[in-house]
């Protein structure tokens, strides 16, 4: 795997978050999560894009909308021919706690996934005033050779520690800004493969807000397993 952060850095005007150039996999599928905090319940609103000109959906959103509310939403795109591109995202309306540093967006690529309805179940959790651990439902049961994603935005006073895994989860990014170790703002990604009904996730204690999203991928007939490789 590979992964890096892309920042932020701009209060609603400034300039959009570019990833460096990457090529995908052949009949691959590219996932885009932007999470952030708002300011003054104005809920920013996003746009993704690439030097190609691919489409991007947005697929499922968590937003909690109040002062500092956190916000996780996840695009996609699907790949049929791997060429190198970067990939943008940019605020198109709101406003970003922290004059935007609190936030960035990575991108994944996930192969092996059934290119004829990919996805299986969307899931969104919005939540206040939790301590410790976290859970929900997928809404149903994956299948056995599902990849199931997850992702977390989670406020937090300085100095608030990473937001973990859960149990049975494998960690696939661990972000916390502005800068390492100040807790504004949390964002972490797991993944699991099998046939699982709830998403779990370790500690998540905050100041405000936290919101989460989950996604089941069905994999293609007689693939192996999925595997999410993290480009950004």
């Known amino acids: ?11 609603g005007s400034g300039p959009p978050g570019t990833t460096p150039s990457f090529t995908p996999a052949n009949d691959s599928l590219l996932f885009a999560i932007v999470p952030c905090l708002e300011l003054f319940i104005t ?45 943008t995202a940019t605020l198109t309306a709101g406003i970003l706690q922290a004059a935007g540093l609190s936030n960035e967006f990575d991108v994944i690529e996930v192969t092996g996934q059934d290119t004829v309805g990919s996805f299986l179940g969307l899931t969104a959790s919005d939540t206040s005033a939790v301590t410790g651990g976290h859970s929900f439902s997928l809404g149903g049961t994956s ?32 972000h916390n800004n502005p800068t390492p170790g100040t807790g504004w703002q949390r964002q972490s990604a797991e993944y699991q493969i099998g046939a699982i009904s709830t998403i779990a996730w ?5 100041a405000y807000t936290d919101s989460y999203v989950a996604i089941e991928i069905k994999a293609a007939s007689g693939d192996d397993v999925l595997m999410p490789q993290i480009w950004l």
Do not use: H
């Open 1 to 11: 795997m590979k992964c890096a952060a892309v920042p932020f850095d701009n209060s």
């Open 202 to 206: 370790g500690d998540v204690t905050y």
């Open 143 to 174: 299948d056995s050779d599902s990849l199931v994603l997850s992702f977390v935005t989670a406020d937090g006073d300085d100095g608030a520690p990473d937001v973990d895994e859960g149990s049975g989860f494998t960690a696939i990014y661990k």
């Open 43 to 87: 809920p920013p609103a996003w746009a993704i894009s690439d030097s190609l000109g691919g489409t991007w959906t947005e697929q499922v959103s968590a937003v909690v909308s109040a002062d500092a509310g956190t916000q996780c939403r996840v695009f996609t795109r699907p790949v049929t021919t791997g060429a190198s591109m970067t990939v």
